[in-house]
């Protein structure tokens, strides 16, 4: 439970950066080289490796050497954990929705039954 | 674009700490004081401040005073939006999944075909 917690910190702490949420969209499409991935970004390599660090440190990315090329895939777990949070998230957010509405409705009908047993005001005035 | 993406990064570096994950958990059940969110946290309450004020950054929670009560509420756009940019690459992973999957059905079906023209090995020796 401790490791699966801290491995959120590290997964939303890697997706707080658009270069690195850039990187995990491409690899989504699939693999490809460091060269590849850094081409859009107007940065130097030591920087943009830092970022591609943080992913594998987080467990989105992995990487392997072949030559003198390495290549990155995505690690689809770690993004599905945190996938797995929000619907969590949104179960509890929307179960008390449900509730409230649920709620609401008791009233209206409590409300139209209490009309109901009441003479209407013409009833009153017809019998006065 | 640019304000949607930088939302995108508060609120993952918002979603990033436990205590601030636990506290959304608990307003995604309902409003609460800031009382009785910082409850169940061995935290002074200036640090506990902060971490309401990274969340209302980040556009996940907004609060109001009230005499000496702070009320704490979801705002769940930002829960959504980032919900949906999880569910935005999950689509193009699974895409390539897909793809991939025709891919193979292609190579099977054409294998199979190849093998079906061909004579098969005990044809053949009844042949020579």
Redo the contacts between chains.
């Keep these: 439970m401790a490791n699966k ?1 801290s491995q ?3 997964v ?2 890697a ?4 270069t690195r ?1 850039a990187i ?2 491409r690899l ?3 693999e490809a080289s460091v060269g590849e991935l850094a081409d859009p970004f107007a940065m130097a390599l030591p920087s943009f490796m830092k970022h591609i660090h943080v992913l594998e440190t987080s467990g989105l990315v992995q990487s392997e050497k072949s030559g003198r090329v390495r290549t990155c895939r ?1 690690s ?1 777990d770690a ?2 954990g ?2 797995d ?6 179960a ?2 929307e179960a ?1 929705l449900d509730r409230f509405e649920a709620y609401v409705m008791k009233l209206k009908k409590e409300k139209e039954q209490a009309a109901a047993k009441r003479p209407s005001r013409t009833a009153r005035k017809k019998g006065s």
Tied chains: 1, 2.
């Design positions: 917690l959120l910190d590290q939303f702490a997706l707080a950066d658009p949420r995990v969209m989504c499409a699939g995505l689809p993004l599905l945190a996938e949070w929000f619907q969590q998230q949104r509890i957010w008390r």
